[in-house]
T-cell receptor
Framework: GAVVSQHPSRVICKSGTSVKIECRSL??????MFWYRQFPKKSLMLMATSNEGSKATYEQGVEKDKFLINHASLTLSTLTVTSAHPEDSSFYIC???????????FGPGTRLTVT | AQSVTQLDSQVPVFEEAPVELRCNYS??????LFWYVQYPNQGLQLLLK??????LVESINGFEAEFNKSQTSFHLRKPSVHISDTAEYFC?????????????FGTGTRLTIIP
């Protein structure tokens, strides 16, 4: 099956700093990548959908200036949490597919802790 | 908009016993339904899906789920579980018009197999 990796797997940063999370499709070209956020004992919530070479589409309630998404190539998307605060602490998961209608393949997630 | 309810957050089951993980959804449009499994320290993997046709769908490792439109349910079952089935299971739904895009997830059920 297709593999999606995320780096780092966990990160701790100080309040007010920015942190970048990478999502890579290792053995296929990802036309679309998705970013989810998961709170403890809560479901995964879609934050945004990004297509290679175009601006990300954010879900309602997600601050696009705070959660910067870049999908610069067919194998890499990045999520940058800017000016992080403790309430941004969460588990961030990305997924990727080859195009609309194809299966989404999920990364293992990144646990962000903001102190 | 869709929503998914997984009432059981944790399900302990003895090895070789049967199990049912419940999933109910609500939607005003036709839906596709999915079950994902997340093993420890790994990303979500698609277990099985219902798109159309037969309401009973099966996975390669013995799980099955039945789409019941009248009860808006998609419960996951296995007649005899193994230790290796220990994982978190997520039910998800998408708008059939969008295919596999924009997945809405339930809160997950942690299945623990007791030797």
């Amino acid at each position: 099956g297709a593999v999606v990796s995320q780096h780092p797997s966990r990160v701790i940063c100080k309040s007010g700093t920015s942190v970048k999370i990478e999502c890579r499709s290792l053995d296929f070209q990802a036309t679309t990548m998705f970013w989810y956020r998961q709170f403890p004992k809560k479901s995964l919530m879609l934050m945004a959908t990004s297509n290679e070479g175009s601006k990300a589409t954010y879900e309602q309630g997600v601050e696009k200036d705070k959660f910067l998404i870049n999908h610069a190539s067919l194998t890499l998307s990045t999520l940058t949490v800017t000016s992080a605060h403790p309430e941004d602490s969460s588990f961030y998961i990305c997924s990727a597919n080859r195009g609309q209608g194809y299966e989404q393949y999920f990364g293992p997630g990144t646990r962000l802790t903001v102190t | 908009a869709q929503s998914v309810t997984q009432l059981d957050s944790q399900v302990p089951v003895f090895e070789e016993a049967p199990v049912e993980l419940r999933c109910n959804y609500s939607s005003s449009v036709s839906v596709y339904l999915f079950w994902y499994v997340q093993y420890p320290n790994q990303g979500l993997q698609l277990l099985l899906k219902y798109l159309s046709g037969s309401t009973l769908v099966e996975s390669i490792n013995g799980f099955e789920a039945e789409f019941n439109k009248s009860q808006t349910s998609f419960h996951l079952r296995k007649p005899s579980v193994h230790i290796s089935d220990t994982a978190e299971y997520f039910c998800a739904v998408s708008d059939a018009n969008f295919g596999n895009e924009k997945l809405t997830f339930g809160t997950g059920t942690r299945l623990t197999i007791i030797p």
